[in-house]
């Protein structure tokens, strides 16, 4: 017998009651679609920032690859790409040697040291200047913002005033780091290590020590020793060797390295000690590591270049505006950024005004006020 078609009212309340029932369920659905869209929004946008780092960190290595090889090309030896490759393969013991000595000689004991230590103190600096920005959330920080420059700058003064030049790398690292450690102990005996009480303090200390250096220099420097003291003030690669790119190099290896690795600790730093300490950070320990990490890189190169200005500063601004302020790729991109800018303007310092050479310092300024102005002006946040 068949069954009798269902009542339209019957019908009707069912699905009134299914619709009531299913109401909460289907909501609860739509959430969860909407939360995996978001999801999958902020993993596509971090997948696209991934690949764009990748791409300029994959870009800026193979430039700064091609720019040291062309750097050491660049003087009056007039010298080709390919007698740079065959001077280094033939240090490293594949192949024959193909050059004159002499020529070999201008490749691998003046040109290519001199390259590879502006590319490791261009790096270091940047890296530095990243990490200072960061711990004291001020745009205008850099790395002599301790006074490490101002110290380094008497430890060299005092041992070429003193005639043993030989000593200059380590007694600049010796002063910057008394005065790294006369900032700190200002800065702890009057309070908390905050951002604040640390820059006041390093303009203190950097204040009392550049006073000491003029002191020196007036008292004592005369003839070749004040055009010595005043080429290292001011910064300058001139006479580095294979010993100045491992003091450079290892630093930056060294230290460097455990820096880039603080990615995460910085992005917590930049909302602040409150913020940085709710996501586990242990604020006091932290910054005090790091700082006293990025001073000691510092003063390891500010031993074999001098004071070379707005590397530090203009650089990972730079490199912020094109990544963004994410440390994981600010970073490293700023270091290839640093090491690049320093080769250039260091041969630019070399062959510009060729015979005359000019402190590398000179050029970086030059380079860098402008620079800075446009980048300020571009981003009004800064101000």
């Known amino acids: 017998m068949p069954l009798p078609p269902p009542h339209p009212e019957i019908d009707e309340r069912a699905s009134r009651r299914s619709g009531a029932e299913s109401g909460p369920s289907r909501r609860n659905v739509t959430r969860s679609a909407a939360a995996a869209g978001e999801g999958d929004a902020d993993r596509r946008t971090t997948e696209g920032g991934g690949v764009r780092t990748g791409a300029w960190a994959i870009g800026l290595g193979v430039l700064l690859m091609a720019s040291v090889i062309v750097a050491v090309t660049i003087g009056p030896a007039g010298l080709s790409a390919a007698d740079v490759w065959a001077s280094i393969l033939a240090h490293l013991g594949i192949g024959e040697p193909t050059l004159t000595p002499l020529r070999d000689g201008i490749v691998w004991e003046l040109r290519m040291p001199r390259v590879l230590t502006a590319a490791a103190v261009g790096a270091g600096l940047a890296l530095c200047g990243a990490v200072m920005q960061a711990l004291t959330r001020n745009p205008l920080a850099d790395p002599y913002l301790l006074g490490l420059s101002s110290g380094a700058s008497v430890g060299a003064v005092v041992v070429i005033v003193l005639g043993v030049g030989l000593l200059l790398p380590f007694a600049a690292f ?143 601004h730079a490199v912020r505006l094109i990544v963004g302020a994410r440390h994981r790729a600010l970073l490293p991109l700023s270091a290839l950024a640093g090491a690049i800018f320093l080769i250039w303007a260091d041969t630019a310092a070399r062959t510009l005004f060729d015979p005359r050479e000019l402190p590398v310092g000179i050029i970086t300024a030059l380079i860098g006020g402008p620079v800075f102005a446009v980048i300020m002006l571009r981003n009004r946040s800064l101000s």
Not at 176 to 197: D, E, F, M, S, V
Not at 251 to 272: E, N, Y
């Open 174 to 316: 010796a002063g910057a780091l008394i005065a790294l450690a006369a900032t700190l102990a200002l800065a702890n005996a009057a309070g908390a290590l905050t951002p604040t009480r640390t820059v006041l303090a390093g303009l203190a200390v950097s204040s009392v020590f550049g006073a000491v250096t003029s002191l020196v220099i007036f008292w004592s420097a005369t003839g070749d020793s004040y055009r010595e003291i005043l080429n290292w003030l001011l910064g300058s690669l001139a006479g580095t060797d294979w010993w100045s790119v491992a003091i450079a190099g290892g630093a930056v290896i060294v230290i460097g390295l455990p820096l880039l690795a603080s990615a995460r600790t910085l992005d917590a730093f930049a909302f602040g000690d409150t913020a940085a300490a709710a996501l586990g950070v242990h604020v006091v320990r932290s910054r005090a590591l790091l700082l006293t990490g990025t001073a000691l890189l510092t003063g390891a190169l500010v031993a074999v270049s001098g004071a070379i200005g707005f590397v530090g500063l203009i650089l990972p």
